[in-house]
């Protein structure tokens, strides 16, 4: 039955927002703290990922679900489409990403709005306060890293200098200057990273920025927590009646949440366990896990709305007399530095759920693997659904594979290249699936987003086009092969996950 262009426009659109709602879904997951599924696995989310086209396929598969600009390309190439489809068709897909990515954002909106921490300092201290930490392999999944080498940037040279640096001896050593560790995912034009720096001066707290509109909150506590941990850092290797606590939580931070505030260490005096006017410490482990942030930023001593950078720019630690000031300096540098790594992994994984991103930087090699990746993908379901031909028209056992094996056998090969071939960047195969959810990510109102960066877009937009050219290609000469004579249009080519 022959379907008019409107009618497999909607087709696509369709299922390419189920497409992207369930699968990145999968991703959100994984990469957002306080989810169920937090740090599930590579395993799982590229498995959930992969089968997201299951359902597209089995209901949308004999009216159109190619799913991927990259097909309609290689099919316009081998001439079962035609340039009107190929773009409508296309067009489609990107709308269908889009509204995808914002249906799953709705879906998990409470779990991005995060408290970017480093890890506890102990196991204790994950009782006494929540704490939005990403275990290590999800970082792994966001691409977080602090090499200079794996820098996101629009030189238009970096290509050249990439592709140099990765042929180079492996003998050349990682040179790396402390101001480069933290400081190379941040982006210039942003206030709040312009001070990242791991040696550098921290900067006034006055010109310290909010992370994203309407979070000032967020920024003022976590400036607070960092200060706590400094503090409880300092305590323990000076004080050895901490120290004789094994620096745990049920010492003195957990009789601060007793009531007991105070503390006498071994030059004699009391000191307070909180550093703002009373136990900061204290005030966040009353609060309790589910207290609102708004509750604990008043319990901080941040009271109404005027004028709170000024009270936190004036707010400082009070550290107890004998403390060795180079040792409060390089603790408060590290803390900085800490807190503001949190703030970028919780970016890096924030776009990750909506995009690509390359786990090493090196535009070159992210586009010849882009183009094998789509390649080999668009090959492979081509010629799963070319086997079809093979059965006698209309015999049962035909309208069997085409209605149920070759779906699930496309699936099963989706999940296998993205674990075996997504290492390197993600996989995306397929300019609908990141450019439509990354024009998401860029509008939708996320809080401590940061950059979309939009100067790696180029290569999962443009690279799986080339490889649907070449798919194409290769298609004509495996057809002519395996059915000599048969022609181009011989076969269904319908779909593609």
């Given at each position: 039955?022959?379907?008019?262009?409107?009618?497999?426009?909607?087709?696509?659109?369709?299922?390419?927002?189920?497409v992207?709602?369930?699968g990145?879904?999968?991703?959100?997951?994984?990469?957002?703290?306080?989810?169920?599924g937090?740090?599930?696995?590579?395993?799982?989310?590229?498995?959930?990922?992969?089968?997201?086209?299951?359902?597209?396929?089995?209901?949308?598969?004999?009216?159109?679900?190619?799913?991927?600009p990259?097909?309609?390309?290689?099919?316009?190439?081998?001439?079962?489409?035609?340039?009107?489809?190929?773009?409508?068709?296309?067009?489609?897909?990107?709308?269908?990403?889009?509204?995808?990515?914002v249906?799953?954002?709705?879906?998990?909106?409470?779990?991005?709005?995060?408290?970017?921490?480093?890890?506890?300092?102990?196991?204790?201290?994950?009782?006494?306060?929540?704490?939005?930490?990403?275990?290590?392999?999800?970082?792994?999944?966001?691409?977080?890293?602090?090499?200079?080498?794996?820098?996101?940037?629009?030189?238009?040279?970096?290509?050249?200098?990439?592709?140099?640096?990765?042929?180079?001896?492996?003998?050349?050593?990682?040179?790396?200057?402390?101001s480069?560790?933290?400081?190379?995912?941040?982006?210039?034009?942003?206030?709040?990273?312009?001070?990242?720096?791991?040696?550098?001066?921290?900067?006034?707290?006055?010109?310290v920025?909010?992370?994203?509109?309407?979070?000032?909150?967020?920024?003022?506590?976590?400036?607070h927590?960092?200060?706590?941990h400094?503090?409880?850092?300092?305590?323990?290797?000076?004080?050895?009646?901490?120290?004789?606590?094994?620096?745990?939580?049920?010492?003195?931070?957990?009789?601060?949440?007793a009531?007991?505030?105070?503390?006498?260490?071994?030059?004699?005096?009391?000191r307070?366990?909180?550093?703002?006017?009373?136990?900061?410490?204290?005030?966040?482990?009353?609060?309790?896990?589910?207290?609102?942030?708004?509750?604990v930023?008043?319990l901080?001593?941040?009271?109404?709305?005027?004028?709170?950078?000024e009270?936190?720019?004036?707010?400082?630690?009070?550290?107890?007399?004998?403390?060795?000031?180079?040792?409060?300096?390089?603790?408060?540098?590290?803390?900085?530095?800490?807190?503001?790594?949190?703030?970028?992994?919780?970016?890096?994984?924030?776009?990750?759920?909506?995009?690509?991103?390359p786990?090493?930087?090196?535009?070159?090699?992210?586009?010849?693997?882009?183009?094998m990746?789509?390649?080999?993908?668009?090959?492979?379901?081509?010629?799963?659904?070319?086997?079809?031909?093979?059965?006698?028209?209309?015999?049962?056992?035909?309208?069997?594979?085409?209605?149920?094996?070759?779906?699930?056998?496309?699936?099963?090969?989706?999940?296998?290249?993205?674990?075996?071939?997504?290492?390197?960047?993600?996989?995306?195969?397929?300019?609908?699936?990141?450019?439509?959810?990354?024009?998401?990510?860029a509008?939708?109102?996320?809080?401590?987003?940061?950059?979309?960066?939009?100067?790696?877009?180029?290569?999962?937009?443009?690279?799986?086009?080339?490889?649907?050219?070449?798919?194409?290609?290769?298609?004509?000469?495996?057809?002519?092969?395996?059915?000599?004579?048969?022609?181009?249009?011989?076969?269904?080519?319908?779909?593609?996950?």
């Amino acid at each position: 039955m022959a379907y008019s262009l409107g009618i497999r426009c909607l087709a696509e659109f369709l299922g390419m927002m189920i497409v992207i709602y369930t699968g990145e879904a999968a991703l959100a997951n994984e990469l957002l703290p306080s989810t169920k599924g937090h740090a599930m696995g590579w395993g799982w989310t590229v498995f959930t990922f992969g089968f997201a086209f299951l359902a597209p396929l089995h209901i949308f598969g004999k009216v159109s679900a190619k799913l991927n600009p990259a097909m309609c390309l290689a099919q316009w190439v081998w001439g079962n489409l035609t340039g009107v489809d190929f773009v409508c068709l296309s067009l489609a897909e990107f709308a269908g990403a889009f509204v995808g990515a914002v249906l799953h954002w709705i879906h998990f909106l409470p779990h991005y709005k995060t408290l970017p921490e480093p890890a506890a300092l102990d196991k204790d201290d994950n009782l006494l306060r929540r704490r939005d930490v990403m275990k290590e392999s999800a970082l792994q999944i966001a691409s977080y890293a602090t090499r200079p080498d794996r820098k996101v940037t629009s030189n238009p040279l970096n290509p050249l200098r990439h592709t140099l640096y990765y042929l180079r001896s492996s003998d050349v050593i990682h040179e790396e200057t402390p101001s480069q560790v933290l400081s190379e995912y941040y982006h210039m034009r942003d206030p709040l990273h312009r001070r990242a720096s791991v040696t550098g001066p921290a900067g006034s707290e006055a010109h310290v920025q909010p992370l994203a509109r309407k979070t000032i909150q967020v920024a003022d506590l976590q400036r607070h927590l960092r200060d706590a941990h400094v503090e409880k850092v300092l305590r323990q290797r000076t004080c050895p009646k901490c120290h004789s606590g094994a620096g745990s939580s049920s010492g003195n931070f957990a009789a601060a949440a007793a009531g007991d505030d105070t503390h006498v260490h071994s030059d004699g005096g009391q000191r307070h366990v909180g550093s703002f006017g009373r136990s900061f410490s204290a005030d966040v482990d009353r609060a309790g896990a589910g207290a609102p942030a708004g509750m604990v930023v008043e319990l901080a001593g941040l009271q109404g709305n005027g004028g709170r950078e000024e009270q936190s720019s004036k707010r400082d630690v009070r550290f107890a007399d004998g403390f060795d000031s180079n040792t409060i300096t390089a603790e408060k540098q590290r803390a900085n530095a800490l807190y503001q790594a949190a703030v970028v992994a919780d970016q890096n994984a924030k776009l990750s759920i909506f995009a690509t991103r390359p786990a090493i930087y090196s535009p070159l090699y992210n586009f010849i693997t882009e183009v094998m990746g789509t390649v080999a993908l668009l090959l492979l379901v081509l010629l799963i659904e070319m086997q079809a031909r093979r059965f006698p028209e209309g015999s049962d056992v035909k309208l069997f594979y085409e209605v149920g094996i070759q779906y699930f056998l496309i699936c099963q090969v989706i999940v296998v290249l993205i674990a075996g071939l997504g290492g390197p960047t993600a996989y995306a195969a397929n300019p609908a699936r990141d450019l439509g959810p990354r024009l998401a990510h860029a509008l939708l109102p996320i809080p401590g987003k940061g950059s979309s960066e939009w100067s790696y877009a180029w290569i999962p937009g443009f690279a799986p086009l080339v490889g649907g050219v070449i798919a194409g290609v290769l298609y004509i000469a495996i057809e002519e092969m395996q059915f000599p004579g048969g022609g181009t249009k011989g076969g269904g080519g319908n779909f593609v996950g």
